[in-house]
């Protein structure tokens, strides 16, 4: 049995590292990196993309000197071509990232628009409906403000924010509430409603809609390989390609 690492009085080998990190739920993680590694295989930097990679690294972490890098070469069992690798590899990430899927963006943002619009409203909540029809007539006969009378009444923590909220991506809000919000008006107060344990009042503040900028590609990309990876990682297990030998 061979043995990898000694910390303190304990010598831990090949196969108690497995089991430690699973014990630490770190092994699908672990798995992860493996898949990313395995995938970017192909993709390369240039010297000045790896240089500038490199001084990133090292403002990030506030290894200004090189005996500050040399100490963390240390720490971390390291030598400089694996520092470097580390330093270019979210660069070599993002490239794999634009290759396949950089191309498929417009048709995705599309797919995908809808939950990603974002809204802005104000919310009172509480399971009194006899509350919520008295907080209801006492705005709309303009006694109180909302605002007012969500800081006061409601039970979540928008009452911290006058009962202001967003701006949300749809997607991220339940599908009644989002139903709910996509037929209102801008300043239009619905009546109350019950939303599961709660009975709620809503306005829309503002419907803002969702771009393809820069940013947005960003986050698509992102979503894009977070579910690749998943994927990539049932399909290990239920493939049965993983192998401890």
Request: neutral net charge.
């Amino acid at each position: 049995m061979a043995q990898v690492l000694q910390v303190r009085n304990q010598t831990i080998s090949t196969e108690t590292i497995i089991t430690l990190l699973a014990n630490y739920q770190m092994l699908p993680q672990f798995l992860h990196e493996v898949i990313v590694d395995q995938a970017i295989a192909s993709f390369t930097c240039t010297s000045e993309e790896k240089a500038s990679a490199c001084q990133q690294f090292y403002k990030k972490y506030q290894l200004t000197s090189e005996s500050e890098r040399q100490q963390w070469l240390e720490l971390y069992e390291m030598t400089p071509e694996q520092l470097e690798n580390l330093t270019i590899r979210e660069l070599r990430i993002e490239k794999f990232k634009r290759a396949t899927w950089g191309h498929k963006l417009e048709s995705y943002f599309l797919t995908r628009k809808s939950s990603l619009d974002k809204v802005i409203y104000s919310l009172i909540r509480t399971k009194d409906i006899g509350v919520a029809n008295e907080l209801y007539f006492r705005i709309q006969e303009a006694e109180q403000s909302f605002g007012k009378l969500a800081r006061e009444y409601s039970q979540g923590l928008e009452a911290q924010t006058n009962g202001l909220l967003g701006p949300i991506e749809l997607g991220k809000i339940s599908l009644a509430l989002t139903q709910i919000l996509l037929v209102s008006q801008p300043g239009q107060v619905l009546p109350p409603t019950r939303l599961g344990e709660w009975v709620v009042i809503v306005r829309l503040e503002k419907l803002i809609p969702s771009q393809l900028n820069q940013a947005m590609r960003q986050q698509l990309l992102n979503e894009l390989f977070k579910n690749w990876l998943q994927e990539q990682l049932v399909k290990l297990v239920s493939d049965g390609l993983i192998s401890l030998n």
